[in-house]
């Protein structure tokens, strides 16, 4: 299975980004939990957000709330990212995940990884 990311870049306090990743491979599963983690500079990585295959479980970290929303397409395996009132630290390399379970995703033990994309929010 790869994850591929895309749809980062730089954008200023207040704006907005989405970001993308596709799956792909001979094993990939479509009822996969999907979601993003970021990592900061300096610091370690973190959830941001999560979703099961049909949506009905949605998870968001605190800091992320009300501006952040994860979608997915099945069709396409995909999931997206919209990133709206982007703060300075929201600046970090974002990594899509996926598993077969929510709670392991959750906590960063995901099996499979993206490489990253990187999204920097100017002041």
């Known amino acids: 299975v790869q994850l591929q990311a895309s749809g980062g870049g730089l954008v200023e306090a207040g704006g907005s980004l989405g970001l993308s990743c596709a799956a792909s491979?001979?094993?990939?599963?479509?009822?996969?939990?999907m979601g993003w983690f970021r990592r900061a500079p300096g610091k370690e990585r973190v959830f941001v957000a999560g979703?099961?295959?049909?949506?009905?479980?949605?998870d968001y970290a605190d800091t992320v709330k009300g501006r952040f929303t994860i979608s997915r397409d099945n069709a396409k395996n995909t999931v997206t990212l919209q990133m709206n009132e982007l703060k300075p630290e929201d600046t970090a390399v974002y990594y899509c995940?996926?598993?077969?379970?929510?709670?392991?995703?959750?906590?960063?033990?995901?099996?499979?990884w993206g490489r990253g994309t990187l999204v920097t929010v100017s002041s």
């Open positions: 995940v996926a598993d077969r379970r929510s709670y392991m995703l959750r906590i960063g033990k995901g099996d499979y």
């Open positions: 491979g001979r094993t990939w599963r479509s009822d996969n939990i």
């Open positions: 979703i099961n295959w049909d949506s009905t479980w949605i």
